[in-house]
């Protein structure tokens, strides 16, 4: 895809094992979901209605989980596995590369890889969900209309 063209991008703040709580409300109130989250919806980040379809997430890594229940089963103890946030979104490659980039001066990650708000290391991706799945028209249909549920608007993308 080229960098103009817009599709699903996901910024993911991968953290250490037991970082923040996965999949419950301690983990919304948590220094990284939060400024991710704040990064897309802040008006400071762009002009009226948020212009971007997105949704936020926080989790265990998916591709840890994977492997570990590959090696022990689908009951393992995923308390050791790394935890991250993610924000998943509609853009072009620009305006994703420029979210990454305000994602990292937000987090006030340092050349290190030490998140200044947490005090630990966070690693940030970006990933072109576009380019590795085929059915993402789907995954855009669903942020457009939690994007209408949630926002009263819909975006002109």
Known sequence: ????????????????????????????????????????????SHPGPCPYAWSSGHGHVRAAVDRAEAEFGEDCDLTGLPVEATLTFYATGE???????????????????????TGGPVTLELRDLSATDPGWRSTYDHLVEQHRIEHGTSTDH
Do not use: F, K, N
């Not at 990292?104 to 050349?111: G, H, N, Q, W, Y």
């Open 95 to 117: 305006e994703a590369a420029a979210l990454l980039e305000r994602a990292r001066t937000a987090l006030r990650i340092d050349p290190s890889g030490v998140c200044a708000l």
């Open 1 to 44: 895809m080229s960098r103009a063209e817009h599709g699903i991008w996901e910024i993911s703040a991968v953290m250490e094992a037991g970082a923040l709580v996965p999949y419950t409300e301690a983990a919304h109130a948590h220094p990284v979901p939060h400024t991710l989250h704040t990064l897309i919806c802040a008006e400071e």
